[in-house]
């Protein structure tokens, strides 16, 4: 399976888990008179949307370069993810704003079987987290990390809603406000995970220096290639799921023009082959005197 199919696949997963649990949550909190439960709910409609928009990100940026695009289009991948957070913030907002307004206004104890329903969603939203952040890891997705942080943020704002239902129903009339209250620490706890997904974003469009195991990685596969006597600089820049690389490499000062140019090509050949998510390597030929 290619990382396209891979982040596809695991994003299709998101979007079905997503609207299933908005249903639950949204009905739940209804019914059992948990403004944590709906919230919660909000957040989960606002995924679905989300993902959509990872779902976009990953399938244009894997689209081939072209005259126009000739590094590819991996740049949209970041893009997407910034519009990712932004529904995050938006979410985390409104939470904040309608737990403000609940907490002065008279409501009903919560029901006790929504703490099972939250119990439920907090080992699914936890177990979902684990297996699209690993798949992140897997094919160097920024976009599918966020989507990842988007279940892992819904599992905070459950265990928040958790509490908050606890404290209402033992400690009984006069703490209805502690679901409320659970609602708008629980925004706080995403609008903290939005800056963590933002910011590794942010570092990808700015070409960030972040890279130094890939590039101790590239020199170590490098001096494996016959003829190559050392490596220099090496700048890498990251666009979608592969790694753009500018290399100055030193081979023997007294051979000719034409075999530094073979050995140049044997190195790109070589790097992109032993690291399968390399995409445009630049050799540069230095003289090793």
Not at 115 to 125: N, P
Not at 173 to 195: Q, V
Request: glycine share 6%; hydrophobic share 45%.
């Amino acid at each position: 399976m290619t990382q396209e199919q891979t982040a596809i696949k695991t994003t299709y997963f998101s979007i079905f888990g997503n609207t299933a649990l908005a249903l639950i949550k949204g009905l739940a909190g209804y019914f059992g008179n948990s403004y944590a439960l709906i919230a919660d709910a909000i957040e989960s409609t606002t995924d679905i949307f989300s993902s959509l928009l990872v779902l976009f990100g990953i399938k244009y940026a894997n689209r081939p370069a072209d005259r126009n695009h000739p590094y590819g289009h991996g740049r949209a991948e970041p893009l997407v993810t910034f519009l990712v957070v932004g529904f995050l913030i938006t979410s985390a907002t409104i939470i904040a704003y309608e737990g403000f307004l609940n907490i002065n206004t008279p409501h009903e104890l919560p029901h006790p079987y929504t703490l099972i329903v939250l119990g439920a969603i907090i080992i699914w939203k936890e177990i979902s987290y684990r297996l699209v952040i690993k798949k992140s890891k897997e094919i160097h997705s920024s976009a599918l990390k966020a989507d990842a942080w988007h279940h892992r943020s819904d599992a905070i704002t459950s265990v928040a809603a958790f509490i908050g239902i606890t404290i209402s129903l033992f400690a009984g009339e006069g703490y209805e406000a502690a679901d409320d209250w659970a609602a708008i620490f629980a925004s706080g706890f995403i609008l903290y995970n939005s800056y963590l997904i933002f910011r590794p974003a942010l570092g990808e469009i700015m070409d960030e220096h972040v890279y130094d195991d890939l590039i101790e990685e590239i020199r170590k596969v490098s001096l494996t290639v016959e003829g190559i006597e050392g490596t220099e600089k090496c700048f890498i820049r990251k666009a979608g799921m592969m790694y753009h690389v500018d290399l100055h490499a030193m081979v023997n000062a007294t051979i000719s023009v034409k075999e530094g140019h073979e050995i140049a090509h044997n190195l790109k050949d070589t790097l992109r082959r032993e690291i399968p998510h390399l995409g445009h390597v630049l050799i540069h030929i230095e003289p090793n005197e």
